[in-house]
T-cell receptor, first 111, second 110 residues
């Protein structure tokens, strides 16, 4: 069966450092991989999309890598700030636009 | 642009009752998807509507049904509510790959 795995333990990181999150998946061949941010009690907010034929994507302080051989994506937040504290969700998307989400990984940025 | 709006924001229902949740998509978006998010879990795909038809469905029982109207707004109906249906219900609209989510409806079944 399809599995999307994100680290269940919260990532505590000092302000200014780089936070790195991992998303591993099995039994899936996504056309796209997306990352979302979710704050408590709110809906997810789209951050970045990377296509299966792309290795890396950047947006401001965010960077995503996508390795279809390893079936893994890494999500980086550089120069992290307390405002970056949230849960980050990895989502796989096939050609049908349907999103399959991981459980999410909480990030806590310590001032 | 109001973005995706959902109503109500919170709802408490009794087991066995029926509930209807509503969603207005972002302006210009013609595709609406519904997701269920239990506490501590990622959103789970329920179904997707396009051109007023259900185009895809996730692994949810027939108690979950929906509708899309000509103005692209959508409803999610859940019949015979179970305690396990308590969750945050999210609506997302899209025009392409990027999905825009509403703030969700928190449903509590008692």
């Amino acid at each position: 069966s399809q599995k999307i795995e994100q680290n269940s333990e919260a990532l505590n990181i000092q302000e200014g450092k780089t936070a790195t999150l991992t998303c591993n998946y099995t039994n899936y061949s996504p056309a796209y991989l997306q990352w979302y941010r979710q704050d408590p009690g709110r809906g997810p907010v789209f951050l970045l999309l990377i296509r299966e034929n792309e290795k890396e994507k950047r947006k401001e302080r965010l960077k995503v890598t996508f390795d279809t051989t390893l079936k893994q994506s890494l999500f980086h937040i550089t120069a992290s700030q307390p405002a970056d504290s949230a849960t980050y969700l990895c989502a796989l998307q096939g050609g049908n636009n349907r999103l399959a989400f991981g459980k999410g990984n909480q990030v806590v940025v310590i001032p | 642009d109001a973005g995706v709006t959902q109503s109500p924001t919170h709802l408490i229902k009794t087991r066995g009752q029926q509930v209807t949740l509503r969603c207005s998509p972002k302006s210009g978006h013609d595709t609406v998807s519904w997701y269920q998010q239990a506490l501590g879990q990622g959103p789970q795909f329920i179904f997707q509507y396009y051109e007023e038809e259900e185009r895809q469905r996730g692994n949810f029982p027939d108690r979950f049904s929906g509708h899309q109207f000509p103005n692209y707004s959508s409803e999610l109906n859940v019949n015979a509510l179970l305690l396990g249906d308590s969750a945050l219900y999210l609506c997302a609209s899209s025009f392409g790959q990027e999905a825009f989510f509403g703030q969700g409806t928190r449903l509590t079944v008692v």
